[in-house]
């Protein structure tokens, strides 16, 4: 046996014993939170055996929360996570598909709307930054929008798309995908 190997039964113990279920875009699974203090900010480190990256959703304690940094890999993935602190709701839409025709040839359509979707997020007046304690500050009115990078939310939030939050309207007027997993949006008011 080789006695600088760590056997992945030990963490598993770990998680078994102390380790609490929480999920992970939409899929439980064990992990271990830990507590952390970054600035002003409500951080935690997750510890799992489970793959996860950046970008990754976790509901904990009824709270959301998303991944912000990289995924360090070993025996066990550990990545620090930040509290959402708003979600933006994006309403249904009607939408309308041709059932028949009537007895002149005319459509018949019948509509319904779609369901809407609720996104938590991260809303600061800081450049995100996870590592750096001097943050660029915005203009007054802008705001940072970080989010969960999915082809949906890509769609929903693209390039002068507007949305209310703060029971302000935003609009966007720059999308950073620099960071992988993360959709971070720059909007102003609108």
Not at 28 to 52: M, R, S
Not at 92 to 98: A, L, R, T
Not at 138 to 146: A, G, L, R
């Amino acid at each position: 046996m080789n006695p600088f190997t760590f056997d992945t039964s030990d963490f598993q113990f770990l998680l078994d014993s102390v380790g609490e279920t929480v999920s992970i875009d939409n899929v439980e699974q064990k992990a271990i939170i830990t507590n952390t203090k970054i600035g002003d900010y409500e951080d935690i480190y997750i510890h799992t055996l489970e793959p996860i990256q950046r970008g990754n959703l976790i509901l904990h304690n009824k709270k959301n929360y998303l991944i912000v940094s990289d995924v360090t890999e070993g025996l066990y993935k550990k990545a620090l996570m930040r509290r959402c602190n708003y979600v933006i709701e994006i309403e249904g839409q009607e939408v309308c598909e041709i059932v028949g025709h009537n007895d002149f040839g005319e459509p018949i359509e019948e509509c319904h709307p779609t369901v809407s979707i609720n996104v938590p997020v991260i809303i600061d007046k800081y450049n995100f930054k996870i590592d750096d304690f001097a943050p660029i500050r915005v203009p007054e009115n802008q705001v940072i929008v970080t989010m969960q990078d999915s082809q949906e939310n890509r769609e929903k939030f693209a390039v002068n798309s507007t949305f209310e939050v703060m029971n302000k309207k935003w609009k966007v007027i720059d999308v950073d995908l620099t960071r992988t997993g993360l959709l971070i949006l720059t909007c102003e008011l609108s």
